[in-house]
């Protein structure tokens, strides 16, 4: 069939908005009708050249939301007209991570999905004149339809609106899902987010789902400051403002009761820069601190700190799509959203059409969007 999508054709260029073919399911594989997809930093980041993964020309977006149309050969678990959201962590329950509970970093497609090609190793998208166009992230929700596992399908409820649970397909799920699986913060913590994007801004509602006492917001954007306190901010720092060195002011801010040392029990970096990574790290409290590294570096990028901050007790964590199962967890976070325990409307700040896709791309450079979403 023919479908229209926006085409990464080079790394550093605009996207090029185009009729496309798509093939249809083969056995296993579910054709979606996407209805909207949210335009992550990830995007940016692949697109930008950045990702070491980045192949091009490839069909980006990877937070999602549509209904099946068409399924393939064997496909038991979805149906057409079933509303899905895309995972580009999928989950088969059966591969050695499925089985070992111990992760939510399924295994079983990794390989082929990081080549931007189908488990049998074909794109089933090409252009007009039949040249291979690759799939990315194992979703390409940045066409009007997609080709997907059904193990990478995460089936939800009818009444969910589409242009606002598709941020259920990483931005909500990675922030809230850092705090409540990856962290397990408990009740009454003290914890400090670096980044209130469209990640940092979900930390901390899962902060305060979670129960923490003092949420530390740092962002060099002061323009953020109003939006993250909606969300659950009690303190907000812009490095550019403090005097002398950040990581000695946030332990100083988080001191209690008698601690003469400070530092908090829950760090998160939502930037993915390295230096800020660092300062996350070394943020934490002696003795028992976690910091989760929930942002993405670029290609060469390194973390580096003490290993002093390790020995005294600090722990380094890192997390992808929150720890959350999408299969299992998906369904439920959109639960959570039509029954009022988190919010997502405020933080979508911008909606788009399909041919100005590229207007989202300059929002997010000029920090003037959370998070903007493309409705088909
Ligand atoms: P975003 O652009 O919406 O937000 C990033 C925020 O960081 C901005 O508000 C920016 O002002 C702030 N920032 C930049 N440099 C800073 C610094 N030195 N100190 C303090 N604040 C700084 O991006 P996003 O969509 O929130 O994504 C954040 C990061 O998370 C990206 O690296 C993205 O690739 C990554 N990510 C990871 C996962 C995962 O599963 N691990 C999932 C989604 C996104
Ligand atoms: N391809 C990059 C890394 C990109 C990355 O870390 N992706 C995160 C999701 S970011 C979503 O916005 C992730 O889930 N990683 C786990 C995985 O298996 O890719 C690189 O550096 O090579
Ligand atoms: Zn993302």
Same mark, same amino acid.
């Given at each position: ?20 073919? &798509? ?16 335009? /992550? ?7 930008? #050249? ?17 209904? +099946? ?25 059966? /591969?050695?991570?499925?089985?070992? =509970?111990?992760?939510?970093? /399924? ?10 090609? *189908? ?19 194992? /979703? ?47 009740? =009454? ?17 899962? &902060?305060?789902?979670? =129960? ?63 230096? +800020?990574?660092?300062?996350? &790290? ?35 964590? =890192?997390?992808?799509? #929150? #720890? ?22 405020? *933080? ?14 300059? &929002? *997010? ?12």
């Amino acid at each position: 069939m023919r479908t229209r999508a926006a085409v990464a054709t080079a790394a550093g260029k605009p996207l090029e908005i185009m009729d496309v073919n &798509l093939d249809g399911p083969k056995a296993g594989e579910v054709m979606v009708e996407l209805k909207a997809t949210g335009i /992550c930093h990830t995007d940016e980041f692949t697109l930008s #050249g950045a990702d070491p993964e980045g192949l091009f020309p490839a069909i980006l977006g990877h937070e999602g939301a549509g209904v +099946v149309v068409e399924v393939g050969e064997g496909v038991k678990s979805l149906k057409k007209g079933d509303h899905v959201i895309p995972l580009y962590t999928p989950e088969c329950r059966e /591969c050695y991570s499925c089985q070992s =509970g111990k992760t939510n970093l /399924c295994t079983s497609i990794r390989a082929t999905q990081g080549q931007g090609v *189908m488990p049998d190793g074909t794109s089933r998208f090409t252009t007009t004149d039949g040249d291979p166009i690759l799939h990315y992230m194992g /979703c390409s929700t940045f066409s009007n339809h997609t080709v997907m596992p059904e193990i990478a399908l995460a089936k939800i409820r009818d009444d969910a609106p589409f242009d606002k649970v598709c941020y259920i397909g990483c931005g909500v799920t990675t922030g809230i899902g850092a705090v409540i699986n990856t962290a397990k913060v408990e009740i =009454g913590s003290t914890a400090i987010v670096f980044g209130l994007g469209g990640i940092g801004l979900n930390v901390i509602q899962g &902060l305060r789902l979670a =129960g923490a006492d003092m949420i530390i917001g740092v962002d060099v954007n002061p323009g953020k400051k109003a939006m993250a306190e909606h969300f659950g901010m009690t303190h907000f720092v812009n490095p550019k403002e403090v005097e002398g060195d950040l990581v000695p002011y946030l332990t100083n801010l988080t001191k209690r009761r008698n601690d003469h040392i400070g530092g908090a029990d829950y760090t998160f970096d939502a930037t993915g820069n390295v230096q +800020v990574m660092r300062a996350a &790290l070394e943020s934490a409290h002696r003795g028992w601190g976690k910091s989760v590294i929930i942002g993405v570096a670029p290609a060469g990028a390194e973390i580096a700190t003490r290993p002093f901050q390790l020995v005294t007790g600090r722990q380094w964590l =890192g997390t992808a799509f #929150g #720890g959350a199962k999408g299969r299992t967890d998906v369904p439920k976070i959109v639960d959570w959203y039509m029954d009022g325990k988190i919010e997502i409307d405020p *933080m979508i700040t911008h909606t788009l059409k399909l041919d100005d896709i590229n207007e989202g791309f300059d &929002l *997010m450079h000029a920090g003037k969007s959370i998070r903007s979403v493309v409705v088909y």
